[in-house]
């Protein structure tokens, strides 16, 4: 099946897709998006999404292209054209194409674009024998809340994290406390077995995956705190996670090369990990 992109109205081949020269999203990053994960048909926690992305819109300034009904049924029209189940639904939104010039030019539309992947989750090894992050400093803007598509910090540590073995870089903000993942939220449970979030401020995207499982915490007997934790109180836990709407959650067994606990994926871990795959499945065919 021929992969096919939604562009302002179109569905089109997906190598023939593309926007305009002077779109603001191409030439300033002016634009926010969306990855929502697909399981047996579903779109996981596709409400948030939409919250989400209305926050970000908002915060920006940009307005919706079109109503959310209708927004849902171009987003169920790409999976469907597409063929994917079970995959990722990504979408943008820019403040649309002009001349360019910084202050927001009046009376322009915004641009949409939708388009789905088939992709796999993490491999059976990642999830069972978890992931290695390093740290590094967090040089993005301060408003990493807004999940706008300007991710050159975000992409520049991933590719640190690869050029060093690791799956996903911790970012580190002054006060030598860990932010967040390039493309994940980061967590760690204590030697008291409670489960350790930063709490969501502008200083984090506030992660759908993130959300869902700290609805599932209470009904797993776990307490949560929201609060910053430093690289060395990490590096000391008892346990360490990651989440994202495409990998859920992954065990992180080693910071910076140093092995959390015995360097195995813990039992909270593990429960996290099935409890959260249960609210996937609850929503999906699957
Ligand atoms: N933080 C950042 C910086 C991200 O890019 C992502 C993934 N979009 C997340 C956290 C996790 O968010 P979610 O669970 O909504 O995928």
Redesign the pocket.
């Known amino acids: 099946m021929s992969r096919i992109a939604y562009v302002n109205g179109r569905y089109l081949p997906h190598r023939r897709a593309s926007v305009h020269v002077e779109d603001r999203g191409f030439q300033f990053a002016d634009a926010v998006y969306e ?1 929502i994960a697909v399981r047996g048909g579903a779109l996981i926690d596709e409400e948030l ?1 939409l919250k ?1 992305l209305h926050r970000s819109l908002g915060e920006l300034r940009i307005a919706a292209p079109m109503s959310d009904a209708a927004l849902k049924s171009v987003i169920r029209e790409v999976l469907r054209r597409n063929g994917v189940a079970d995959g990722a639904l990504y979408l943008q939104i820019s403040r649309g194409a002009a001349r360019r010039d910084f202050p927001f030019p009046p009376g322009i539309e915004p641009t949409l674009v939708v388009t789905a992947q088939r992709r796999r989750g993490p491999s059976t090894k990642q999830v069972e024998e978890g992931v290695g992050v390093v740290t590094l400093p967090d040089i993005r803007w301060r408003r ?1 809340d807004i ?1 706008s598509v300007a ?1 050159l910090p ?1 992409l520049l540590g991933k590719q640190q994290a690869r050029e060093a073995g690791a799956f996903e870089a911790w970012l580190v903000d002054r006060d030598g406390n860990v932010t ?6 980061a967590w760690i449970v204590t030697a008291a077995g409670e489960v350790v979030t930063r709490q969501a401020d502008t200083s ?2 506030n ?4 959300l869902g499982l700290i609805g599932l915490l209470a009904r797993e007997g776990l307490t949560l705190v929201e609060r910053p934790f430093s690289v060395a109180e990490a590096k000391t836990a008892r346990e360490a996670f990651l ?4 990998n859920f959650i992954l065990p992180v067994v080693t910071i910076d090369g140093a092995p959390i606990g015995n360097g195995y994926p813990g039992s909270v871990v593990r429960r996290l990990r099935q409890a959260y795959e249960g609210h996937v499945a609850a929503q999906g065919a699957a």
């Open positions: 990855v999404h989400r990493p999940k991710l975000n967040e993942g390039t493309s994940s939220n984090i995207l992660g759908v995956t993130r989440t994202s709407s495409t």
